[in-house]
């Protein structure tokens, strides 16, 4: 029974009696449905395959990657997030993954990032921020959040711990700041 998909031939399945026989037509419909239902469920399996090394190729992918990856649920419920998450939250898994967002991180309800991540819910257009959080640890710690709408309602959000950036910045103001404020004294001191 030749297994044909448009017009190639793809496999085909060998029925056999021990004995000379005559098939009937319902037997070669029969053989035709069951060769038919056989290349259903390799094709079914094939797709499984390639589903499944697509799944584990994003997950190491998510695994990997510096950023912190957070999925949430159109309820605000945390579905996954990412070892480096985890890492820049200071936080288990246990701790995070099925609870609310907002009972886990109540410090962001009204920061800009929670701003953020309800306008991306509600309007579903991407967004950014920067937030300033206390780990659970009690360090204080500056992240730079994105969040992206998902097509189930939800959002995918990616961060990073920007504390040393901002730090930079701080003191490159600190001595633009001095800068300023010498040669003002300069200024003055020469007119004088």
Not at 24 to 30: K, W, Y
Not at 70 to 77: P, Y
Not at 154 to 168: I, M, N, Q, Y
């Amino acid at each position: 029974m030749p297994l044909r998909r448009d017009g190639r031939l793809q496999a085909f399945l060998v029925l056999g009696l021990d004995r000379p026989h005559a098939w009937t037509d319902a037997e070669v419909a029969l053989a035709r449905g069951t060769a038919e239902r056989i290349r259903a469920a390799v094709d079914l399996a094939r797709v499984q395959t390639t589903l499944r090394e697509e799944r584990d190729r994003g997950r190491t992918i998510l695994d990997t990657i510096a950023e912190g990856f957070l999925l949430l649920d159109r309820d605000w419920t945390v579905l996954q997030m990412n070892p480096a998450g985890l890492r820049i939250a200071r936080m288990d898994a246990g701790d995070i993954i099925g609870r609310n967002h907002w009972d886990v991180w109540p410090e962001a309800i009204d920061s800009e990032a929670g701003r953020m991540y309800r306008r991306v819910m509600r309007d579903r257009v991407a967004g950014t921020a920067e937030y300033r959080q206390r780990t659970a640890d009690g360090v204080e710690i500056w992240c730079e959040v994105r969040a992206y709408p998902t097509a189930d309602g939800g959002l995918v959000s990616f961060f990073r711990d920007v504390t040393e950036r901002k730090a930079a910045e701080d003191k490159l103001r600190a001595a633009d700041r001095r800068k300023d404020e010498f040669l003002a004294m300069l200024a003055h001191e020469l007119r004088n």
